[in-house]
């Protein structure tokens, strides 16, 4: 089998690499910054998901050979005004703390009856320090009453995804890897490169 080009994705969350491995397939070989030890943090001061991509990527980029992919995305729920948005993965005040976040929300969403809701996923490309493209995807739905499911992470069982009665959580990986906010990105991606006029991997 021929090698199969490398995409470094600028996070340390498993979750992140495992659904952006199981979208794009075997058609790259998908590693992540936690098989490069000596990267550094990056700090993410950005105030959209874009400003936070782009630091992801470029601050990872800079340090290391080959195409660098950064995800930035979060949760967007309209009777918070948009909140936790990019401050989704610290809303419960511990950084990366799902159960807390997801306790939060609750809270925050008691007796609110308007539940819309979007997750957004923006995703940085470079190269070398240098920002080849970005891509965007959104996935809209509602927040529901209570939290439900085993599947995905984060703020998945409290998310129905818009056409349907069950949770991210409840729908499970494949049907995720169709829908998510995520997947768009990456299809939007996928089409840049096989269109092929700005990168050749
Ligand atoms: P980031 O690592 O700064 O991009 O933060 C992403 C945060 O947004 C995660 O920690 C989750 O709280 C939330 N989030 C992003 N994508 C998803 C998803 O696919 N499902 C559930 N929560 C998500």
Not at 50 to 61: D, F, W
Not at 89 to 110: D, I, P, Q, V
Not at 112 to 129: D, H, M, P, Q, Y
Request: with cysteine.
């Amino acid at each position: 089998m021929p090698t199969r080009p490398l995409l470094i994705l600028a996070t340390r969350n498993a979750h992140k690499t495992e659904e952006i491995r199981h979208i794009l397939g075997d058609q790259f070989e998908v590693l992540d910054v936690t098989s490069f030890p000596d990267l550094p943090e990056i700090e993410e001061t950005g105030t959209t998901f874009l400003e936070n991509a782009r630091l992801k990527a470029l601050g990872i980029s800079r340090h290391i050979d080959g195409w660098v992919l950064a995800d930035d995305s979060g949760l967007e729920v309209d009777a918070l005004g948009g909140a936790p948005g990019v401050w989704s993965s610290s809303f419960g005040g511990e950084e990366g703390n799902h159960a807390k976040n997801n306790e939060r929300l609750m809270r925050e969403m008691t007796g609110i009856t308007e539940r819309s809701a979007r997750f957004r996923c923006t995703l940085v490309l470079a190269k070398n320090g240098v920002e080849k493209d970005f891509f965007t995807g959104t996935v809209k739905g509602r927040i529901a009453e209570s939290p439900s499911g085993n599947g995905g992470f984060g703020y998945d069982p409290l998310f129905i995804p818009e056409g349907h009665f069950q949770t991210m959580a409840d729908l499970g990986a494949v049907i995720k890897s169709t829908l998510s906010h995520r997947a768009e990105a990456i299809r939007a991606l996928v089409a840049a490169i096989e269109t092929g006029n700005w990168v050749s991997f």
